[in-house]
């Protein structure tokens, strides 16, 4: 099967993540339901790093990359329909951690990985502009410290840890995403 011919993400895949959600009882205290959650994260995150596999791999170009990469945003990132408004936020939450799994992906191939910042200092910079209302700042250079991750830099993990609820650290929960699918992208069970 050449790249071109190769699936890498369907709807019919992500609503199966979400008919399992439907189903279940989900708590998020609960530690099962957090795995299905992270899980469902986790999925459309391998999904992104093996498309970004295939072009750095030259099997597909960058319009192409980009074209696949939109093809699954649009799946992942639609408005999603749950009677239960509490999985509807979770799940929200999830599509708000994928947001920058996406412009990550889509920054590394435009205008490739971040060499000037550490992945800290544009996390510490996103944080600030964060704090001044600057979301698609904020937004920005968590996506470019997710090319720097993508392109092989270490994600402290401790970073998102310490930080109290925010965009900033949603988005650095799918930098953490990110991170687990690069160093082992087939974590996630069918």
Not at 6 to 26: A, G, K, Q, V
Not at 79 to 89: C, G, L, N, S, Y
Not at 155 to 161: C, F, Q, S, V, Y
Not at 164 to 172: D, F, R
Request: glycine share 4%.
């Amino acid at each position: 099967m050449t790249a071109a011919e190769e699936e890498f993400y369907t709807p019919e895949r992500w609503e199966n993540w979400l008919s399992r959600i439907r189903e279940e009882d989900i708590d998020p205290e609960d530690e099962d339901a957090a795995r299905l959650l992270l899980n469902l994260q986790d999925d459309t995150t391998i999904a992104v790093v093996k498309i970004l596999e295939a072009y750095d791999e030259e099997r597909i170009g960058d319009e192409e990359t980009l074209a696949e990469l939109e093809e699954v945003r649009e799946i992942v990132l639609e408005e999603v329909d749950f009677e239960d408004e509490d999985k509807a936020i979770l799940v929200d939450g999830v599509q708000t951690s994928l947001l920058c799994v996406f412009l990550a992906a889509e920054e590394y191939v435009v205008n490739g990985p971040e060499s000037n910042e550490s992945i800290a200092d544009c996390i510490e910079t996103a944080q600030a502009a964060e704090a001044e209302d600057d979301l698609d700042n904020a937004l920005w250079h968590c996506a470019r410290a997710g090319t720097a991750i993508l392109d092989g830099e270490h994600l402290d993990r401790a970073i998102g840890e310490e930080m109290e609820y925010s965009l900033v650290a949603e988005w650095i929960n799918g930098l953490d995403s990110l991170a687990s699918a690069v160093s082992d992208p087939e974590v996630v069970e069918e």
